[in-house]
């Protein structure tokens, strides 16, 4: 494969074929995919804050400012907000409230030797080629020695709850597909699962033997119709259920 060290923004550019664009087609379809736009929330946010803080500090206090709290309905409170727009100087602002979760988290991570252990490597590398005979891009958070990891944010990282979340956002689609794309053992992929809640707790997470065989499933389930859309033009709707007579769906 061919590797580059680009921006996030210079690698969702390519027309390849991602992780997150297979999770799309696999959850929904080929016709959602290809219609979906960007979007952006508090919580993504807030979740690429900590993924550079605890992976790549020394840009994170180059790519983020911290916004004291402000009242900008008064005129003093505008005027102090517009020097600190100015005093940022085109980074992205982060809140007191949002540093008041990023600090501790931190300390956590600094404190969880595993976690720490699964963050050293290569930093989201980009990687491009063939495979199953489509163009293919990944871009782990973290490539190892001999391991793949990838920080997940999230409300809950408890066991029961973090598994719901795999089957929810296709995370096991995700590890397998890296894995396999790179030749890693999908058993040595982690996750490292960070709560934005308190107390913030960080936990590791492997993937057994019956949720590699899932995940695996379902990327190659989602390149049969990406393959489709390119050989043929057919754009697919949702996969994997049976149809009435008159063509609506049965569940």
């Known amino acids: 494969m061919q590797t580059k060290v680009e921006s996030n923004e210079q690698y969702h550019s390519s027309t390849s074929i991602s992780a997150s664009g297979l999770k799309t087609i696999f959850k929904k379809s080929v016709y959602h995919y290809l219609n979906q736009k960007s979007f952006s929330s508090n919580s993504l946010e807030l979740g690429s804050a900590i993924h550079t803080i605890l992976l790549e500090p020394e840009i994170f206090k180059n790519e983020y400012y911290m916004i004291p709290k402000v009242d900008r309905r008064t005129k003093e409170g505008k005027s102090e907000y517009n020097k600190h727009l100015m005093a ?72 029961a709850a973090f598994k719901k979340d795999i089957y929810k956002y296709n995370y096991h689609l995700q590890a397998t597909f890296y894995s396999d794309a790179l030749g890693f053992p999908a058993e040595n992929f982690r996750f490292i699962a960070i709560e934005t809640n308190y107390p913030y707790t960080i936990e590791v997470y492997s993937l057994s033997e019956e949720m ?15 393959k489709l859309y390119l050989d043929t033009g057919v754009v697919s709707g949702y996969k994997g259920y049976e149809y009435a007579k008159d063509g609506s769906i049965l569940i």
């Not at 990023?102 to 063939?130: M, Q, R, T, W």
């Not at 590699?212 to 990406?226: P, T």
Request: hydrophobic content about 35%; glycine content about 6%.
């Open 88 to 159: 940022a100087n085109g980074r992205k602002m982060i809140s007191t409230d949002e540093m008041e979760i990023i600090e501790p988290v931190l300390e956590n991570f600094n404190n969880h030797e595993l976690a720490k252990e699964y963050c050293v490597g290569k930093i989201e590398l980009s990687h491009y080629g063939d495979f199953m005979d489509i163009p293919i891009r990944v871009r782990p958070d973290v490539k190892g020695f001999n391991f793949i990891s990838d920080i997940k944010t999230c409300q809950d990282n408890s066991p």
């Open 212 to 226: 590699i065989e899932r995940g695996r499933n379902a990327y190659k389930s989602a390149i049969e119709s990406w």
